[in-house]
């Protein structure tokens, strides 16, 4: 059963959303922001908060159509660690981590952890273009309206990138709020991995 949110907070988490959804408002060239300026998302500095487990929040009702057209939802990988990386091709911090999302979800995935994303507020001709220039090879949910992202409203990721680590009740364990790295998103991944 998750925890219940307080007023306080969960007004704090619907402002924090709305934030993003229109600060990312719109769809713009690949390389660019939602209107066609590089430096228009909302950033994070890619600080860390990890959750113990009685004070993590469950997410559900996650799912949607993948860039390759399929339907997906997220209890397809119940019971494992799930990384959920939030991203746009227009999001120059989102080119920058693409490559250290892929290590990782290469390095990990024997372990039964599985990758995410949510892809933003994009159009799909510059999110598979995105994909096919990182090699990107887990899936991503193509979110162009922001419903996916607002599944997350109770731990919102705040910023375009930012990661969720789930554990393998669902709930979420880890947020990196900005770009991630290896050395950033892998011990996460461990140490979520390690709970038993």
Known sequence: MSPRVSPPRAAAAAVALCALLAGCAGTGAAGSGPGGDDNRFISGDGNVTEYKPADRTSVRGVGGELLTGERFELSDFQGKVVVVNFWASWCAPCRGEAPSLQHVYTEKKDEGVEFLGVNFKDSKPNAEAFERKFKITYPSLF??????????????????????????????????????????????????????
């Open 143 to 196: 979110d162009a309206g922001g419903q996916v992202t607002l599944a997350f409203r109770e731990v919102p990721p705040s910023a375009i990138p930012s990661t969720l680590v789930l554990d393998r009740e669902g709930r979420v364990a880890a947020r990196v709020i900005g770009a991630t790295t290896v050395s950033k998103l892998a011990p996460l991944v461990s140490k979520v991995s390690a709970e038993r």
